[in-house]
């Protein structure tokens, strides 16, 4: 993160601790977006991810005051919003266990694996540049595919209805284009 | 991956993989360690998409965020702003509106400051009624979230969370693999299963005592257990299709693939479809809601309502996972029994307990009939403490009974009632109709040995 924004943030955090609220409105404005990344890539769905980002920021409401300036704001943050994830991730374990959900089991105990393995900020920031860039590389009508559905959040029926395409090819078509983009990915970390 | 991998896959991801898929999507999971990994990948890349292509601006955010946060401390912050720790609002520009979702996805990222002004209204409004936004909340609430797991509530299209004081206009939107459970004052219950989308809606009237329910069912399946409702007012499910009127019943509604399905476990329900069709629902029967089909009830299919092992023929039942046919410790009359299997304790007891689980993979055990009573013989040696669990696929929750000072070194029989089977919520209770998924008997004090016969799970009264 440039310095001087890590100075703004914690400029704002300060005022926050003081009982600032603007203060504190203007540090998720600056931080959600970040944030919202991360926790989505960990929480599993949609809904889970907004409940993890509106936790975190409450939870960072009412221990603002534990906060040490050192320009580690975002850092703090994650790591309330990681210390959410891991615990709802247990859960959901038990959970699974309890139901013989197989799958979901072993999705949660990845999740907790990954979430307790963390990786840096600057990692996180560079994978998703490269994600990002390698979706610009994607011909139109696959990026339009990407985009029903993970923005749109379209099923695969509905995305059969849009594209007038079996879901059964969908699905693979959809499963390629994650692969593609994972290589993509690789090729640019190398 | 082929086709049918690759659709197992995303339907499980959305959340729409129905139970025989998942049977077989866990099955190939479990045999091969290299598809596992490629799974777990394939599902953190999909995490990263939805991620990065997650546009909603952060004023959305915030309001969300300043609405918990009130709702969590209903006095503070309107008591900052009158002790002069904060600074008032300023003055309110017109709010805009987010940009609708569904054109071609923007990968630019908007502008913070143009984000901040355009929900300043909204934020000031926010601010200046931190503590009445709570008080109001609680006084306009119709129902109360006692249970949720990746939900989302959404009010004046805004998502909150930290709320369990539910008011006309919420939305509750239930993820893929979630679960919540609303309850009134009356003790009605709504059980909302992953999928499900419910709109809380006003009802006919608002005397302070309730009022009529009404609830919207988007997508999704629910189940409700109503109580007897005031004469004129009965509970309204709307969906898409049809309308049922609840006056104190058991049932279960489900809005799947364009058709809305009822099945009446107890009480009766009148379900309607525009303004001259209309059908009376009697427990234990169904009526669909459908394009092209008249609306009528018929019999629900009967689920087992009674099920039970007496192992005589020393085979070992399809349905026992864990567990070994023995001819166990000698009784007359009986041949053969089952064995609990040894296991690793999660209970904090001794190292190991045994265990006799019974399941039946892709489909449930039984549906809970009347006063359900579950009857066995046991012998127990070495600890003194037996757990009896099951699993209810209609709460989706564990409920338990512990059985104390079991008597050692000789056959038992031990009968265990509806009412005596707990779950973490102490007002949860099996009630009938109710799919039960497994039972398990359990001794975690396992030093000595568990052995069980003659099962029976039945209405009250079943005993050999």
Known sequence: MDPAEAQRIDELAMDAQAGNREAFRLLVLATERDLRCYIAVHAGSRESADEALQHTYVAAFEKIAQYRSSRTFRPWLRAIARNHLVDRWRESRRFAALDGALVDGLVAAAAEDTLERDEAEQVAEAQTRRLRACLELLPEKSRQLIARRYHDGLDLDELARRFRRPARVLSVTLFRLRQTLRRCIEEREA | ?464
């Open chain 2, 1 to 464: 991956m082929n086709p049918d991998l690759a659709i197992l896959v995303d339907r499980w991801w959305e959340g729409t993989l129905d139970p025989s898929g998942t049977q077989a999507l866990a099955a190939r999971v479990a045999a091969d360690p290299g598809l596992r990994a490629a799974l777990l990948a394939d599902i953190a890349m999909q995490g990263r998409l939805g991620a990065l292509l997650d546009d909603r601006d952060g004023g959305q955010v915030w309001l969300a965020v300043e609405a918990a946060i009130a709702s969590a401390h209903s006095s503070t912050g309107a008591q900052r702003i009158l002790d002069g720790r904060e600074r008032p609002p300023g003055p309110r520009p017109a709010r805009r509106r987010s940009a609708a979702r569904g054109g071609p996805a923007s990968w630019a990222r908007r502008p913070a400051l143009l984000i901040a002004a355009g929900m300043a209204l909204a934020s000031a409004l926010v601010l200046w009624t931190g503590a009445p936004v709570a008080q109001r909340r609680a006084d306009r609430a119709i129902a109360t979230l006692v249970e949720r797991t990746d939900t989302r509530i959404e009010t004046g299209g805004v998502a909150v969370a930290e709320v369990t004081a539910l008011a006309a206009g919420d939305i509750l939107r239930v993820g893929p693999h979630g679960r919540a459970r609303l309850r009134y004052a009356d003790g009605s219950e709504v059980m909302l299963e992953g999928g499900a989308a419910v709109h809380l809606e006003a009802g006919q009237q608002d005397d302070g005592s309730g009022g009529q329910k009404r609830l919207r069912l988007e997508q999704g399946v629910v189940t409700a257990v109503v109580a007897r409702q005031p004469a004129g007012l009965p509970m309204r499910l709307l969906t898409p299709q049809a309308e049922a009127l609840v006056l104190g019943t058991r049932l279960r509604l489900a809005v799947v693939d364009g058709a809305t399905r009822l099945e009446v476990i107890d009480g009766v329900v009148e379900m309607r479809r525009g303004a001259d069709e209309r059908v009376t629902v009697q427990a234990g029967e169904s009526a669909v809601a459908q394009a092209g089909t008249a609306l009528a009830a018929v019999a629900t299919p009967a689920a087992q309502a009674a099920w039970g092992h007496d192992f005589e023929d020393g085979g070992r039942p399809a349905d026992l996972m864990h567990g070994d046919v023995v001819p166990g410790p000698a009784r007359a009359g009986s041949r053969f029994c089952v064995q609990g299997q040894v296991n690793p304790n999660e209970h904090g007891g001794a190292p190991l307990k045994r265990d006799i689980w019974f399941e039946r993979p892709g489909a449930v055990l039984f549906a809970a009939p009347a006063e359900l009573e579950v009857s066995f013989d046991c012998w127990l040696s070495g600890g003194s403490r037996l757990d009896i669990g099951v699993w209810d696929e209609a709460r989706r929750e564990a409920l338990w009974r512990t059985e104390h000072a079991v008597p050692q070194g000789r056959w038992i029989r031990l009968t265990i009632s509806c009412d005596d089977f707990r779950s973490t919520d102490p007002a949860s209770r099996i009630s009938v109709g109710d799919q039960i998924k497994n039972l398990i008997i359990s001794a975690p004090e396992g030093a000595g040995a568990l052995y069980v016969d003659d099962l029976e799970v039945g209405a009250g009264g079943a005993r050999r």
